[in-house]
């Protein structure tokens, strides 16, 4: 894949490795240094054949800490979430996360893999 270089490509198997395999194409977002454009020509490539099952955390019963074990979530992240969900006293829709600075759309769609409202 052009802009995959060995240490792209290590970061790649790492990366899945730490994961415990792939769940989604969208988890390549999560390795650090991969640009959307070189994970948009993967995904045009390559597909994940044998998805790894992914238990999904109530967003509403989870803790920080809980949030802060989810791939490219710090822990100052899911206090970040936690007290956003905790001050609306519960989310419908994960799309309101969008409204905290740090979480993009992209960001969103790898947050739906780990997370529901309910």
């Not at 967003?59 to 100052?76: G, M, R």
């Given at each position: 894949?052009?802009?995959?270089?060995?240490?792209?490509?290590?970061?790649?198997?790492?990366?899945?490795?730490?994961?415990?395999?792939?769940?989604?194409?969208?988890?390549?977002?999560?390795?650090?240094?991969?640009?959307?454009?070189?994970?948009?020509?993967?995904?045009?490539?390559?597909?994940v054949?044998?998805?790894?099952?992914?238990?999904?955390?109530?967003?509403?019963?989870?803790?920080?800490s809980?949030?802060?074990?989810?791939?490219?979530?710090?822990?100052e992240?899911?206090?970040?979430?936690?007290?956003?969900?905790?001050?609306?006293?519960?989310?419908?829709?994960?799309?309101?996360?969008?409204?905290?600075?740090?979480?993009?759309?992209?960001?969103?769609?790898?947050?739906?893999?780990?997370?529901?409202?309910?």
């Amino acid at each position: 894949i052009y802009g995959v270089g060995p240490m792209l490509g290590e970061r790649i198997v790492k990366h899945r490795e730490s994961l415990g395999g792939f769940h989604h194409e969208v988890q390549l977002y999560t390795v650090c240094g991969l640009k959307d454009t070189v994970v948009a020509r993967i995904m045009g490539q390559f597909t994940v054949k044998t998805p790894v099952p992914i238990e999904k955390m109530n967003i509403n019963k989870s803790s920080a800490s809980d949030l802060a074990t989810l791939p490219s979530v710090s822990f100052e992240l899911g206090m970040k979430i936690w007290q956003f969900v905790r001050v609306r006293e519960g989310l419908t829709d994960l799309s309101e996360l969008l409204k905290i600075e740090e979480i993009s759309p992209r960001r969103l769609q790898v947050f739906r893999l780990y997370l529901y409202a309910e």
